[in-house]
């Protein structure tokens, strides 16, 4: 039988598809098999937006095109037939133009390195589009919605979110921030105007014309679609006779986002044309949904019934609020409520629709065999998993209007996640609906009928509270002593199951939840609840963002263009999807694919490693493979090379064992992820996980003497003269993921003569090329690395981006063919390391006025199995921890060597702990005193005198200290006194929410590094510019480019000539036989290094040309750079000019100063911060591009906001990362930002040593995100003075309780630090005072 076609249009082309595996993502397709490459593989799981695509479907009935975001990672693309697709690219390109959405991106520097950007776009494109059918259009509100779900791991998000609210209808155009648009001065009108034009009436036409005629139903022997229940039976018997194990029953298959399918489903049966699964019916009974209706669907239909009924629809209400937090926009338009319910009650997903209906007495309807059968929700739940053969049908939600006269009922649900606005599953969720009416006899509330159902906590599905239930109906008037009783009975029935993590904060949170649901019920007449619902708990603070900040950047004026915030270089093609990635380079012919297949043990004899050959056929290349001229070899640094793969022995769970290849990439991770490695673990050491363990096995990597940091003073006689002392406190630190949007890639094809080409996602191309060629043992020019642009790297794409790149060469040089990898989410999570961890014991001496005298830091470093560069780490902990004066400083520092995956630079490694280390110190010194840690930083800023002290050469001159000032600045610019004192007025006010803020300063010392550069001019006077840095995301290439302008121009052309050299400019990319010595790109100040660097070049060409500009304007007056340049070829000038800017050592490091201020505000039952308010004044120098500076700053905040209290990075016993996914790895969103953030970038003194005077800003703004730490601290100590007074300790002696917060401060941390029984002693506190 002949298959009939799938037709689909994407950006309006009609593509028909025959021949096809069932189980092909729309992803798969767009990026293997068409040239729209704009949709970006990230994760893979639904849990990142950089795959969104909108989605039109023709409503032939209504003649109306539905159109919505989708994930195209999890659509499966027959679920696309006659629909239609469109992607960034679709919107405008470089071609036919730019959409405004591009143009506002580019323009609001809403772009670093771009992976996330044509997803964002997207996300907000659909937001207009549907917008606009509404009478009140696009809202502020909306607009920052829109991109929710969407990750971004550069920008921080705040110029995302102007792009964004620009299309609002309700904008104020005094918010939007630092854009290219607009003058200052401008006038909102004027504001509005410059934006690029959104033409309302002129919208993309998202449906093409030839789609509405196509009609029916695609029909596939892989593709079942049954358009009734009884043609869905007999499919379904047919199957059952054959093979049910590889046909899977599908509505959005976003399930798969969790559940990964390791092996493929060969057929498919789409259950969207059933009718009785995509019914909403609503009756004197109550609404039943299908269940192939999407969440985004039942969310309409459910806010739509609530209109309708009024007061009594609030139940309906309140279940699509809460349905609005699950997952995000993309996922819910496509993902079913009855496949949620199926996934909860066959593999026990963590489901919130399942909790929230079983609170409101929700019933099922199934088709199992032939028989349609009705259940209670909590029945099914109970059910065995529900086999193949049943279907769900619909859900039926009852009403719940209480039909008693003076009964009433509440309803509330309740979650609890990393980020507020979903994208994250809950530790715990709960649903109470309970109907109550007046007691007569008592005065109070009585209970009729209550229904309690928490879910997600550890355990197989949501339950029913029921002992509790039982114990509340019938009370005649609940008292504080029953919500007491309540409680410890609710204690004993939330019991997660083994291994859950965090399970005593799970429990915790259910306690309060019923609290916060009880309290308003208890009786009045006590007299003891002297708050309304809403002032104890303010369930009105609706985490939505409305985010708003402001910009303040100083345009130097000197060096023009330099100093000119302009647009990032390529950010318009980054948003339209057109700029190219690794993985966006067409495959050569014959290309294969590559995954890796690393040990999950962490030390451990490697007996073999097998892949199974009736699955695939593929190729395994392992340390066997390496030609005998070669070696072993898979990175290097200036310590030294490391291993590419385990050889006999596996010293790390995460190591590289092999590599697989195989014809496509989704092959070759199937068949490394079940491949099967023998491991032998016979007369082997038990392995070092543990920098104690390495300790007590003196297992260190050696670190020269040189690098090591100088101690400073004496420390015994610091401790003398202390009044106070602390010895031995100890503080841990744990990793952090890089999560760059776009993980490790590299495509390496053979060439003539034993050569090899590599394309690498890398931030240091020159090491990769002799490490390739090292392994291959190959001459060094053999090889050749090329690298465009790199999807964020944070220092991840340093030296972890070397052994993916050489793998993959020594695979191409054995098979002699070119061979490519895109390493999936899961496995660079688990093989790259990540900044290291750190356990640090300090004893510290300080005067009764907060002076200290002396400090004394024992730091072991866990490394990890190699050393990558981490000999480095003491010298950078020390640089930023030296920002105060500690009197006398001494330390012992060990780089341990453990069996954990090799830790490498992350984004100021080092730096970050070292600042963190120096505020708890202050810390912990002003809890001693019982001072604001306020005055002790004061105490012990430096002088000039003492900078120069712990600083040497880099503090420079007195002049360039300006960290005094700004810490004072910022003190009255962000209004800190007057803030400390409403913060104290809402504390005493507040039981449950206490807020803090902190002001913490930063001094952050950088080296700038010798680098090439070569600018050539073309004969019609364009230029091409290389330079050894690599254009990350930082805005390299744009600095470089202003800079080539100015160089150029300054000289050479007349007054009005600089803008149209700058235009003239194209940073090309990275290529290590074009031009050697690129060095790598880290440290903050490759950016300036690069600059310096086409400066000198240019120097040269306007040496060589100036002589023919002075004889044309003797002869012509002024002359023209296109005459220049014509003249200049016919005078056989030679028109490349090469450079290595080498700084003058001495002057080649400098300091880097900052303060920011962080409000923060910490929900004392959920454990959960909101960051209110953040200020930060950092000293840019003369900043080269404050726009780019801007982006640098607000991104390192966000990434650092990340550390300090969001990313849990968790290995299991053996040291295998096991938060290896988006749903356990959570980056900051939207809305986890500071949702007020103020950015001031000090235009601080001309210097000649700087390049123009500039300063670096990549890294350092990192360490500020310690004030939200520093701030939750504070609101901590203010949570546990009352509960110590709850518990009826006297305040002082919980004052002096001192305690660490750890890093991250998660929603666990910082409740089990307000404490996990609060709301006990909250209530036994008032039963006392009765
Ligand atoms: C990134 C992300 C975040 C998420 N966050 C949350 C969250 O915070 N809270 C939450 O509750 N959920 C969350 N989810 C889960 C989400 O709600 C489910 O993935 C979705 O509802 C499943 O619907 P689907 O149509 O895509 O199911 P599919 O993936 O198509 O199917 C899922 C499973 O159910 C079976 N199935 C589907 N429909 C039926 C039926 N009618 N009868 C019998 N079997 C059927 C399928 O065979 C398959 O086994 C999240 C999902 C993603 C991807
Ligand atoms: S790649 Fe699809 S959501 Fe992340
Ligand atoms: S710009 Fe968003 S991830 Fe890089």
């Not at 506002?104 to 771009?114: I, M």
């Not at 003269?721 to 010895?727: L, M, P, Q, V």
């Not at 300080?846 to 490394?863: E, R, V």
């Not at 780019?1188 to 849990?1208: P, R, S």
Request: proline letters at 5%; glycine letters at 6%; charged letters at 20%.
């Amino acid at each position: 039988m002949e298959e009939e076609a799938l037709v689909f249009a994407i950006n309006g082309e009609r593509f028909e598809v025959s021949n096809f595996d069932p189980s092909i993502t729309l992803l798969e397709y767009l990026r293997s098999h068409t040239r729209f490459k704009s949709v970006k593989l990230s994760c893979g799981e639904g849990g990142c937006g950089a795959c969104v695509v909108l989605l039109s479907r023709y409503d032939s009935d209504n003649d109306e095109v539905k159109s919505f975001t989708v994930s195209s990672c999890l659509t499966l693309l027959c679920s696309i037939d006659k629909c239609s697709i469109t992607t960034s690219e679709g919107l405008g390109n470089s071609r036919d133009g730019f959409h405004p959405i591009h143009e506002r991106f580019a323009g609001f520097h809403a772009s670093q390195c771009g992976f996330c950007t044509p997803g964002m776009c997207m996300s907000l494109f659909s937001a207009i589009v549907n917008a606009e059918k509404m009478p009140s259009k696009l809202t502020v509100s909306e607009a920052e919605l829109a991109i929710s779900g969407n990750l971004c791991r550069c920008t921080g998000y705040r110029p995302i979110a102007d792009a964004c609210k620009s299309f609002a209808s309700d904008v104020d155009m005094e918010d939007l921030g630092l854009n290219s648009f607009w003058k200052k001065g401008d006038s909102s009108h004027l504001k509005a105007d410059k934006l690029p034009f959104y033409d309302r009436d002129n919208q993309i036409n998202v449906f093409p014309q030839f789609l509405k005629n196509e009609l029916g139903v695609l029909k596939r022997q892989s593709w079942y679609t049954p358009t009734s229940l009884l043609e869905l039976q007999v499919t379904l018997k047919s199957i059952l006779a054959e093979d049910s194990e590889r046909v899977k029953l599908v509505v959005g298959n976003t399930g798969m986002g969790y559940y990964k399918e390791i092996v493929p489903f060969h057929k498919y049966i789409d259950l969207r044309y059933i009718p009785e699964l995509s019914v909403i019916r609503m009756d004197q009974n109550g609404i039943e949904i299908g269940a192939a209706i999407t969440i985004s669907e039942a969310i309409s239909a459910l806010k739509k019934e609530n209109e309708a009924m009024g007061e009594g629809g609030s139940v309906f209400l309140k279940i699509a609020n809460h349905m609005e937090k699950i997952a995000s926009g993309f996922v819910r338009n496509s993902a079913s409520i009855g496949g949620n319910l199926v996934m909860a009650q066959r593999k026990h997903f963590p489901s919130d629709i399942v909790t929230i209906l079983l609170a409101v007495g929700s019933t099922v309807k199934l088709q199992i065999d032939s028989k349609l059968e009705t259940v209670l929700l909590e029945e099914f739940l109970e059910w065995p998993p529900l086999n193949f053969g049943s279907v769900l049908l619909s859900i039926q939600i009852p009403h719940n209007q209480s039909n008693k006269i003076g009964n009433k009922v509440f309803f509330e649900t309740y979650r609890a996640s990393p980020r507020p606005l979903g994208n994250a599953l809950p530790y715990l969720n709960a649903a109470f609906l309970a109907e109550v009416s007046h007691c007569e006899t008592t005065n109070g509330v009585i209970i009729n009928n209550i229904r309690l159902a928490f879910g997600a906590y550890g355990v197989k599905h949501a339950i029913r509270a029921r002992k509790i239930e039982e114990f509340l109906v019938g009370k005649k008037s609940l008292r504080l002593e029953d919500l007491l009783e309540a409680i410890t009975l609710l204690r004993g029935s939330i019991i997660p199951e083994v291994d859950t993590t965090h399970a005593a904060y799970r429990c915790s949170l259910a306690v309060s939840f019923l609290f916060e649901f009880l309290h308003p019920l208890i009786n009045a007449r006590d007299g003891l609840v002297e708050d309304s619902l809403e002032k104890t708990f303010d369930r009105n603070e609706d985490p939505g963002l409305l985010l708003s900040g402001s910009q303040m950047v100083e345009s130097n004026q000197k060096y023009y263009p330099v100093g000119k915030p302009i647009e990032k270089t390529g950010a318009t093609i980054q948003a339209s999807g057109e700029a190219v990635f690794v993985d966006d380079i067409p495959s050569p012919p014959r290309c294969l694919h590559a995954a890796f297949i690393y040990s999950t043990k962490p030390l451990a004899r490697v007996k073999c490693v097998k892949t199974n050959p009736e699955l695939l056929p593929v190729d395994v290349i392992s340390f066997h493979d390496i030609p005998k001229s070669g070696a072993n070899v898979g990175a290097k640094t200036m310590f030294g090379p490391e291993p590419l793969f385990a050889d006999e022995l596996t010293m790390a769970a995460g190591q590289p064992l092999a590599l697989v290849v195989a014809d496509t990439q989704k092959h070759a991770d199937m068949a490394a992820s079940s491949a099967i490695v023998d491991y032998d673990f016979e007369n082997l050491e038990p392995p070092i996980l543990t920098v104690e363990d390495a300790v007590q096995r003196s297992s260190f990597f050696e670190v020269p003497p040189i690098i090591y940091p100088k101690q400073i003073g004496d420390f015994s006689r610091g401790m003398d003269e202390a009044d106070h002392k602390i010895i031995s406190a100890e503080i841990r630190l744990g990793s952090q993921y890089y999560f760059y949007m776009e993980s490790q890639c590299a495509l390496a094809i053979p060439d003539e003569d034993n050569c090899m080409v590599i394309y690498s996602s890398i931030q240091c191309p020159e090491y990769l090329h002799s490490v390739v060629a090292s392994c291959l043992g190959v001459p060094d020019n053999n090889i050749r690395v090329i690298t465009r642009r790199v999807g964020g790297g944070f220092g991840g794409k340093a030296i972890r981006a070397m052994p993916v790149a050489t793998a993959c060469a020594l695979a191409a040089y054995k098979l002699q063919r070119p061979v490519r990898i895109y390493v999936n989410r899961k496995t660079d999570t688990i093989m790259v390391g990540g900044r290291h961890p750190m356990k640090i014991t300090y004893s510290v001496g300080f005067k009764s006025d907060g002076k200290i005298t002396a400090l004394h830091l024992d730091i072991l470093i866990n490394a990890g199995f190699t050393q990558d560069i981490s000999p480095i780490m003491p010298h950078n902990i020390m640089g930023p921890l030296r920002k105060y004066n500690w009197g006398a400083l001494s330390f012992d520092m060990k780089v341990c060597k453990t069996n954990l995956s090799s830790k490498s630079a992350m984004r100021a490694p080092g730096e970050v702990q070292g600042s963190f280390i120096a505020e708890a110190v202050i810390e912990h010194v002003a809890y001693a005193l019982s001072i604001e840690a306020d005055i002790v930083r004061k105490k012990n800023m430096h002088t000039f005198d003492s900078l120069n002290i712990f600083y040497g050469v880099s503090a420079g001159e007195s002049h360039e200290y300006t960290l005094p000032s700004i810490y004072d600045k910022l003190a009255v610019t962000s209004h800190l006194d007057e803030r400390i004192e409403k913060i104290k007025e809402f504390n005493g006010n507040n039981k449950w929410r206490k807020r803090a803020i902190s002001l913490v300063p930063i001094i952050h010392e950088v080296f700038v590094r010798a680098t090439p550069g070569k600018v050539s001019i073309l004969s019609d006077g364009s230029i091409v510019v290389e330079v050894g840095g690599i254009e990350l995301g930082q805005g390299l290439w744009t600095k470089v480019k202003q800079m080539t302008a100015f160089a150029l121009s300054s000289n050479l052309c007349n007054a009005d000539g600089e803008d149209n050299l700058l235009d003239k400019v194209r940073v090309v990319q990275a290529d290590t036989l074009s031009l050697v010595q690129g060095g790598f790109t880290a440290g903050s100040t490759t950016s300036e290094s690069s600059c310096e660097a086409v400066r000198l070049c240019c120097d040269i060409l306007v040496e060589r040309l100036m002589p023919i500009k002075k004889s044309l304007s003797e002869q012509s007056g002024s002359v023209k750079w296109e005459t220049l340049i014509t003249t200049g070829h016919l005078q056989s000038v030679n028109f490349t000019a090469s450079s290595f800017y080498v700084p003058v050592i001495g002057t080649n490091h400098y300091l880097n100063y900052g303060a920011a201020v962080s409000e923060v505000e910490v929900n004392l039952l959920t454990g959960g911060t909101r960051i209110l308010q953040s200020d930060i004044i950092y000293d840019c120098g003369q900043s080269l591009n404050p726009a780019v500076d801007l982006g640098q700053i607000e991104g390192a905040f966000v990434q650092g906001i990340g550390f300090f209290m969001l990313e849990e990075y968790l290995t299991n016993s053996d040291g295998l990362v096991v938060t290896d996914s988006t749903w356990t790895y959570k980056i900051p969103t939207i809305d986890t930002i500071p949702k007020r953030f103020n950015v001031e970038i000090l235009n601080s003194n001309h210097h000649k040593n700087r390049v123009l005077s500039s300063k670096a800003s990549g890294e350092p703004p990192l360490l500020l995100a310690a004030s939200v730490h520093c701030a939750t601290r504070a609101a901590i100590k203010e949570a546990r003075k009352q509960l110590s007074s709850w518990r009826g300790r006297t305040s002082n002696e919980s004052d002096s309780a001192f305690f660490q917060l750890p890093v991250p401060a998660s929603m666990p941390v910082v409740k089990e630090l307000c404490g996990l029984d609060n709301v006990e002693c909250y209530l036994e506190s008032l039963i006392s005072r009765c």
